[in-house]
């Protein structure tokens, strides 16, 4: 296994420390390859470390202009901060360059969505959950995205694949309430808030709506 791999597999067990000491033999072994550049700087992320990742996914960049994943990574490291136009130039790079992963379409489709441009976001984010289907959060956000275009039946697709994904997606059971709500179907909908205050039951929302509904049977 080499250095790059062993450090991946440290990072995915939470060993930063073996993660970063793999990275850094990888660039001693290897200082023009841009991927160790690009692992270290995820590490320093993780760690809290963003102004020295920031300089390892630009050192990547410098070695390779094309080094997609670097965009990526920066992306992330702006859309943290909430520099979302930054961040979204980035993801477009990123994918200029030939990133097309779920993950990718998933976080410039979140970023249109902070930029108050849900339309534009839509198809990326549909783009994200036929990449990988399993992505609760990513079938969610997707939900979220084609309510606020009051495409109601499509949202609740969604949700309800979110839910199967993940039962305890207290903010899925909610927008499926709201849904029916919207629809006029009230018991159904009491019925989707209790859900999700049975999960989380200090859910504001949930409460709210229930109440609301509630008193006006």
């Known amino acids: 296994m080499d250095k790059n791999q062993l450090g991946v597999q440290y990072m995915q067990e939470g060993n930063w420390e073996e993660a970063a000491k793999a990275f850094n033999e990888a660039i001693e072994e290897n200082p023009n390859d841009p991927v160790a550049y690009i692992n270290f ?8 470390d963003d102004e020295k990742a920031l ?13 997609a994943a670097a965009y990526y990574s920066i992306g992330n490291l702006l859309f943290s901060k909430d520099l979302f136009n930054e961040a979204k130039n980035m993801f477009e790079t990123a ?29 990326y984010l549909q783009r994200s959950v036929e ?10 956000q997707y939900g979220l995205a084609l309510a606020q275009l ?17 039962p305890n997606h207290s903010d899925a ?5 709201v849904s029916f709500a919207f629809k006029e179907n009230a ?20 409460g709210h709506a229930k109440k609301l509904i509630e008193n006006n049977l």
Do not use: W
């Open 150 to 166: 009051e495409l109601i039946d499509e949202s609740m697709v969604q949700f309800t694949k979110c839910i199967e994904l993940d």
């Open 173 to 177: 059971y909610y927008n499926l309430g």
């Open 95 to 123: 994918m200029k360059k030939g990133l097309n992963t779920s993950d990718n379409y998933f976080m410039l489709g979140l970023t249109l969505v902070q930029l108050n441009q849900g339309r534009f976001a839509l198809p």
């Open 131 to 140: 990449l990988n289907g399993t992505d609760a959060e990513a079938r969610f």
């Open 55 to 67: 300089k390892f996914y630009q050192k990547a960049i410098e070695i390779d202009e094309n080094a």
């Open 187 to 206: 018991q159904k909908a009491i019925e989707m808030f209790n859900k999700a205050l049975d999960i989380q039951p200090d859910h504001l929302l949930a």
């Open 41 to 48: 700087g995820n590490v320093l992320s993780a760690v809290g």
